[in-house]
């Protein structure tokens, strides 16, 4: 075998054993180049907006079974989804994932009455009426809804 062949032979044997070592353990981090202006405040989901709101609670109790959503977008692995008609308790991306589907649905805003709010979110759950029923949303431009109904 040449002196060359044999060369070049652990000239490329070298780069692919360099290559194939390099440590990857920390991921590069990309947030500065995607962060969007105020996130750190919340109601983003990549847009700047969000839901248009920046809390989400909602208690709906009825023959003795109940349905709780805690969304917070500025703590979103702290969100809790509670649903005991349909056998449902989750947390964090995964409850966010079930109320991101209502959120959607609904479509409660500052200009929402309390009357249209209890009846799309009934309507959602698919329950013909309550118990009790308690809901409080912060929007994102600071104004509220306040419900505390009981039948």
């Not at 105020?38 to 983003?44: H, W």
């Not at 989400?56 to 969100?79: N, R």
């Not at 964090?92 to 479509?107: P, Q, R, S, V, W």
Request: proline share 1%; hydrophobic share 35%.
């Amino acid at each position: 075998m040449s002196l060359l062949r044999i060369l070049s032979i652990a000239g490329v044997s070298s780069i692919l054993l360099l290559g194939g070592c390099s440590s990857k353990d920390k991921a590069p981090d990309n947030d500065a180049a995607v962060s969007i202006e105020g996130e750190d405040e919340g109601s983003t989901m990549n847009t700047g907006d969000g839901y248009g709101f920046t809390d989400f609670d909602l208690t709906i109790k009825k023959d003795d079974k109940k349905i709780e959503t805690d969304y917070e977008d500025v703590k979103p692995g702290d969100a809790e989804y509670v649903n005991e008609f349909q056998e449902v308790n989750l947390e964090g991306n995964e409850a966010i994932d079930d109320m991101h589907k209502m959120f959607m649905e609904i479509l409660i805003d500052n200009g929402t009455t309390k009357d249209e709010a209890i009846d799309r979110i009934l309507q959602w759950y698919g329950l013909d009426g309550y118990d009790e029923f308690k809901l409080d949303v912060e929007f994102a431009d600071g104004k509220t809804l306040h419900i505390d109904e009981k039948k």
